[in-house]
Nanobody
Framework: QLQLVESGGGLVQPGGSLRLSCAAS????????VGWFRQAPGKEREGVSC????????NSADSVKGRFTISRDNAKNTVFLQMNSLKPEDTGVYYC???????????????????WGQGTQVTVSS
C-alpha cells in the first residue's frame, strides 16, 4: 500500500524551529517529486516547498524563503522540511505529497500531486 506519513509537528513559540519528516512506504520516494503544503484555518491550501527527484532543484513560496529548507534522503525514503524563525502565520496543517515525474530536476507545487499524507499540525504561538 502506497503511503506517506508526516511527523514532527507541534507547538512552538514565535522564532522557534521545527523539522517535519515525510516518510514513504510501499514505493520508492526517489522516483517522485515531493512537495510540502499547508492549510491554515479558514484558508485554502497553499504550496510551501517542493524538491525534485534528485534533490538538485527546490522551490519555495516567497513567504518562507530564507526560513524553510526542504531536503531529501532517498536512501531513507524520506523528505524533510526544516522550519526556522517560525511566525504565527505559519500555523496550519502541513501535508507532504508526491507526484511521479520523468524529469530529474524540476518541481512545482502547482502540479497535480497524486499521493498525500494525513498531515501534521504546526502551531506557532506564545
Amino acid at each position: 500500500q502506497l503511503q506517506l506519513v508526516e511527523s514532527g509537528g507541534g507547538l512552538v513559540q514565535p522564532g522557534g524551529s521545527l523539522r517535519l519528516s515525510c516518510a514513504a512506504s510501499g514505493f520508492t520516494l526517489g522516483d517522485y517529486v515531493v512537495g510540502w503544503f499547508r492549510q491554515a484555518p479558514g484558508k485554502e491550501r497553499e504550496g510551501v516547498s517542493c524538491i525534485s527527484r534528485g534533490g538538485g532543484t527546490t522551490n519555495s513560496a516567497d513567504s518562507v524563503k530564507g526560513r524553510f529548507t526542504i531536503s531529501r534522503d532517498n536512501a531513507k525514503n524520506t523528505v524533510f522540511l526544516q522550519m526556522n524563525s517560525l511566525k504565527p502565520e505559519d500555523t496550519g496543517v502541513y501535508y507532504c505529497a508526491a507526484i511521479s515525474s520523468p524529469v530529474q530536476d524540476m518541481c512545482s507545487t502547482s502540479w497535480e500531486y497524486r499521493y498525500w499524507g494525513q498531515g501534521t499540525q504546526v502551531t506557532v504561538s506564545s
